[in-house]
């Protein structure tokens, strides 16, 4: 490490990867649910609760894996230590207290019980996707975003400030900011959907992203050395992400009740919305050829060579093919879109943050910037065991929702949704198996990657 405040980095990325790894869990546990399989731990976590428990711990392992990137990233683009080391480790009990209580709560309790006992009906703010946590929650999260935006800030501003650094600072100011609509939630149905998308369509698709540039072009300065090239094409990557995700936005509008206007604007900008990936994948490749570099993490190199590729076909590609509103008419609320949200999540946000663990956590361990050769080949086989069964996955998920869309949508046949589903199953029984692959990618990753126990492993 250059600056000793960068190791406050680390509990953020193993409280990530902890968390990640129940998040996975729960979402095995979740799709076993759709197959005729009678195991007592599988009933006895019911329906809601897993999703609930997947969905929210997304995010949540997510934000803990930007904070330690981002607090490992800006002392050394700074160049200076961290403004206050002492609340980055204070502000990360707070969080993974939040995070535990919440994980307890749709785990132990019915949602309307945790709702009543978190006083949820003097302030209500539950009850949407993706914002199931109670108000007080929501609350306790939103001072952990202020304190960590002001210790970034604070450091930017008595440091150096490059490219990398302000657009860290940008995308996490902005989350904060954004999420600030989390507390407004109308009684109106459409209007409170509106603002809501607000919220996720900026965080997943806007600010969210900008962190993920950021972080991506610094790991490929480490492996290349070149920082002016890679700051050339992140000036282009930022600004087509930022005229894009603005009116990006429609392609959610379509049919929540809002004027028909949107369904132009969300088709013509969800078609522009695949510019970002595609460019990420010219500047990784390019920049990477440029050099012709010869880096000894290998694992870094592969991960963060192939997230670009992955995002373009996953939040590009499969977003792009699903978001214009003449195919979205048909596809809404199927699997198709829980394919495109797996392989988008997968590829654009778990990727970066894997890649950051794993340029960082050697160096955090005092083994220079690699692991020993044995846990590289290990790392690496997670590596592929994970992206190649996501991949799988998603395709599984898509033709079932293929299938769904002309059973239930696209013809006359009226059958009831039970019997529609009952007829993808073998689709389903490959999506779990592909999930248990994906867990064992895990186990791998997390054994012979963070708990190596000497340089030789």
Known sequence: MLYSSQAVAKPYFIAAIALFAVQVLFGLLLGMQYIPVNLPFISFITFDAARLIHTNLLIMWLLFGFMGSIYYIIPEESEQELYNPKLAIQLFWVFLSLTIITFLGYLLLSYATFAKITGNQFFPTMGRE????????????????????????MTVLHGRKGMINLLLLAGIVGTTIIFLMAFYNPSNLVVAKYYRWWLIHFWI???????????????????????KIVEKWLYIIVAVTLT????????????IGVSEYWQ?????????????????????????????????????????????????????????????APVNYYSHGTQITSAHSHLAFYSTYVMIVLTMISYAMPILRNRKIVNGGLSQ???????????????????FIAIAGIMQVYIQRATDLALPFIEIQNSLMILYWLRSIGGVVFLIGVIIYITKFLIAKSNNL
């Not at 698709?205 to 920082?227: F, H, N, P, Q, S």
């Not at 894009?244 to 049919?255: P, S, V």
């Open 264 to 324: 132009w604007v969300g088709t013509v900008f969800s078609i522009f919305e695949i510019l970002p990936f595609f460019f990420m994948v010219l500047f990784v490749f390019n920049v990477v050829n440029c050099t012709k570099c010869q880096y000894s993490n290998k694992a870094v190199k592969l991960w963060a060579l192939s997230t670009p590729i992955m995002a373009f076909l996953g939040a590009g590609v499969l977003g792009f093919l699903h978001t214009l």
């Open 244 to 255: 894009t995700t603005i009116l990006g936005i429609g392609h959610h509008y379509y049919w």
């Open 377 to 395: 080949r290990f790392e690496i086989l997670a590596f592929w065991l994970m992206t190649v069964s996501m991949f799988f996955m998603a395709l």
């Open 205 to 227: 698709e806007g600010t969210w992203e900008l962190i993920m540039e950021a972080i991506l072009a610094y790991v490929i300065y480490k492996i290349t050395g070149d920082r």
């Open 130 to 153: 993706y914002l199931e946590q109670p108000t007080i929650i929501k609350l306790g999260l939103f001072i952990v975003l202020c304190g960590f935006s002001y210790n970034i800030a």
